[in-house]
């Protein structure tokens, strides 16, 4: 069963740093895309950027290019969503999701995180 | 970038009724679209890929059709589990750039 295990939730400070997981199983980790996903409160779902573990190629929606980093540690099938200096405005749930085809011609997210809810106080 | 609409944004349904989502894309995305479903609390499920083959798992009162620039996400007979907000999701682009989300449709009780 695929399966990606966000960490817990996080309540930090403005101006602190701050860096999340996803830890995903059952399936080749290095073979999937993950994605990161926003959900400010009341709000829809935003995409914010995607690696691919194997070779930890990168892609940043233009959103958020800059404002965070994604990285990941494919010897523990690992992903990571990281900031430097958190904003109030960075208060949100946040998904890991994965691609659902090995291929570029699958875009679908097929599995996702429990989410990791960020609370950010000014 | 490619901007999604989802109509209606409030849909109240009765349990047993038929329900029917539409999504507008901006610029053609061919079959290039998903959709979930979201409740609150819970992480976002896929329905439907590729505008209209279900994903493992879905039951069949879900289903999507369209292509271009205009889908359609019908629940044939809403079950109480079936009230959420729903997702389109386009993914054309991809991997040359990246991905984009509808609103929501929000489905409530009548």
């Known amino acids: 069963e695929v399966q990606l295990v966000q960490s817990r939730a996080e309540v930090k400070k403005a101006g602190e740093s701050l860096k999340i997981s996803c830890k995903g199983s059952g399936y080749s980790f290095t073979s999937y895309w993950i994605a990161w996903v926003r959900q400010m409160p009341g709000k829809g779902l935003e995409w914010m950027g995607i690696i691919y573990p194997g070779d930890s190629d990168t892609r940043y929606s233009p959103s958020f290019q800059g404002q965070v980093t994604i990285s990941a540690d494919k010897s523990i099938g690992t992903a990571y969503l990281q900031w430097t200096s958190l904003e109030a405005s960075d208060t949100a749930i946040y998904y890991c999701?994965?691609?659902?085809?090995?291929?570029?011609?699958?875009?679908?997210?097929?599995?996702w995180g429990q989410g990791t809810l960020v609370i950010v106080s000014s | 970038e490619i901007v999604m609409t989802q109509s209606p944004a409030t849909l109240s349904v009765s349990p047993g009724e038929r329900a029917t989502l539409s999504c507008r894309a901006s610029?053609?995305?061919?079959?290039?679209l998903a959709w979930y479903q979201k409740k609150p609390g819970q992480a976002p499920r896929l329905l439907i890929y590729?505008?209209?083959t279900r994903a493992t798992g879905i039951p069949a009162r879900f289903s999507g059709s369209g292509s271009g620039t205009e889908f359609t996400l019908t629940i044939s007979s809403l079950q109480s589990e079936d009230f959420a907000v729903y997702y389109c999701h386009q993914y054309t682009n991809w991997p040359r750039g990246g991905f984009t989300f509808g609103p929501g449709t929000k489905v409530d009780i009548k």
């Open positions: 590729g505008a209209s």
């Open positions: 999701a994965r691609l659902g085809a090995t291929s570029s011609s699958g875009g679908w997210f097929d599995s």
């Open positions: 610029q053609s995305v061919s079959s290039n």
